[in-house]
Structures are given as structure tokens and as C-alpha cells.
């Protein structure tokens, strides 16, 4: 009864640095994607995908990538991790039925 | 295309007066409708979702919200608020299938002992 989980739950880098934020769910949702929380601008979508092998570019896109190689896993990568990339990120898949089902979070400080 | 605007960041009431957060939508379709509560430091949980059955929905830990089509609004309301109820609360849109998510702003809500 795992749901949707993220890791690492923390992580500071340092500028230009590289990383991945895994994301793997058990529901079988077709459905994943990618947002980021700052503070005053709730949730803002990055990318998501609808299915094994399809990715799209969500509001904020900008050194972020994906992909989907199995329905259970969608890794983020951050290429060259810049102090505008400090949030909070949240990877969600979402069922048939229109419901989102969040993980716990990654909190992410780039210096 | 869709948005929603949550009208208030901060609501503040005391313990056991009602609760009222406001959010109204736009849609070019029969959106759906939810609300999510985040405890500090914690994920997203849904509260409740409204998917063009009954106009008044009810959720989890006594909150309800109300579907008014006419005035592309979504309230959330609670006839009483306890200190367990301090959390911040997203109203959110979406189309049906695989269509985009647009979550609003959020609103913090403070209950005063």
C-alpha cells in the first residue's frame, strides 16, 4: 500500500550540480507528473506523462527532464541545478477517476 | 483553458466557529473539482472532489464544499473548526482524461485557540 514515493526526502547541491529526484508509484496510473511549490505560488506543474514512453512539458518546464521508460517510475533530472530550483518538489499520479495521489515531498536547497 | 483563483491566502478563526474558504474557477468544460489540505511539512491529501454528481459534496474531517455553476464558485466550508484544521488548503481544477491540472494559490488557515 505504498502509493506514490519519492526520494530523497532532502538534498542541497551546489550550482551546476546534477541530480535525479525519483518518483515510483504501485497503482498502475497511467497518469504521473512533476510540480514544484514556492511559497505564494502554489503548485506549478512541470512535466507530466500519460503513459510508458510519452512526456510533455508542463508550466515550467526550463532545466528540468524526464522521462518514462515503465508505468511504476518517473524520474526528474536536474541537469545543471541552478538557486532558482530551491522548492519543494512533488511527483502525483493520477487515476481514472480524476484523483491525484501526491507523494511526500523532496525538499531541494541549491547554493 | 481553466484557472482558478482562491480568494483569501490567510483565513484566521477561533476554535469552534465555522470555516469558509472561497475559490471560484473558470473552465471551458464541466471541469472537476477538489480540494487538498497540506499539513506543514507533510504532502497533499484530497479532501474531497466534486465530478458533476450532487452540487454539494461532502469530504473528509466534516468539510464540505458547494458546486455553484452559476457563479463559478467552490467554497469549502466546516460548520466548526478544531486546531487540527490549521493547514494550508488548495483548491484545484481539472479536465476530464488526461487533461491539465491547475491548482490555486492556496490558502493558509489559522485557528485560534
Known amino acids: 500500500n505504498a502509493g506514490v514515493t519519492q526520494t530523497p526526502k532532502f538534498q542541497v547541491l551546489k550550482t551546476g550540480q546534477s541530480m535525479t529526484l525519483q518518483c515510483a508509484q504501485d497503482m498502475n496510473h497511467e497518469y504521473m507528473s512533476w510540480y514544484r511549490q514556492d511559497p505564494g505560488m502554489g503548485l506549478r506543474l512541470i512535466h507530466y506523462?500519460?503513459?510508458?514512453?510519452?512526456?510533455d512539458q508542463g508550466e515550467v518546464p526550463n532545466g528540468y527532464n524526464v522521462s518514462r521508460s515503465t508505468t511504476e517510475d518517473f524520474p526528474l533530472r536536474l541537469l545543471s541545478a541552478a538557486p532558482s530550483q530551491t522548492s519543494v518538489y512533488f511527483c502525483?499520479?493520477?487515476?481514472?477517476?480524476?484523483?491525484?495521489?501526491f507523494g511526500a515531498g523532496s525538499r531541494l536547497t541549491v547554493l | 483553458a481553466q484557472s482558478v483563483t482562491q480568494l483569501d491566502s490567510h483565513v484566521s478563526v477561533s476554535e469552534g466557529t465555522p470555516v469558509l474558504l472561497r475559490c471560484n474557477y473558470s473552465s471551458s468544460y464541466s471541469p472537476s473539482l477538489f480540494w487538498y489540505v497540506q499539513h506543514p511539512n507533510k504532502g497533499l491529501q484530497l479532501l474531497l472532489k466534486?465530478?458533476?454528481?450532487?452540487?454539494l459534496v461532502k469530504g473528509i474531517n466534516g468539510f464540505e464544499a458547494e458546486f455553484k455553476k452559476s457563479e463559478t464558485s467552490f467554497h469549502l466550508t466546516k460548520p466548526s473548526a478544531h486546531m487540527s484544521d490549521a493547514a494550508e488548503y488548495f483548491c484545484?481544477?481539472?479536465?476530464?482524461?488526461?487533461?491539465?491540472?491547475?491548482f490555486g494559490t492556496g490558502t493558509k488557515l489559522q485557528v485560534i485557540p
Open positions: 466534486y465530478t458533476s454528481a450532487a452540487t
Open positions: 484545484v481544477v481539472s479536465g476530464g482524461g488526461y487533461q491539465k491540472v491547475t
Open positions: 502525483a499520479s493520477k487515476s481514472g477517476a480524476n484523483v491525484l495521489t
Open positions: 506523462s500519460v503513459g510508458a514512453g510519452i512526456t
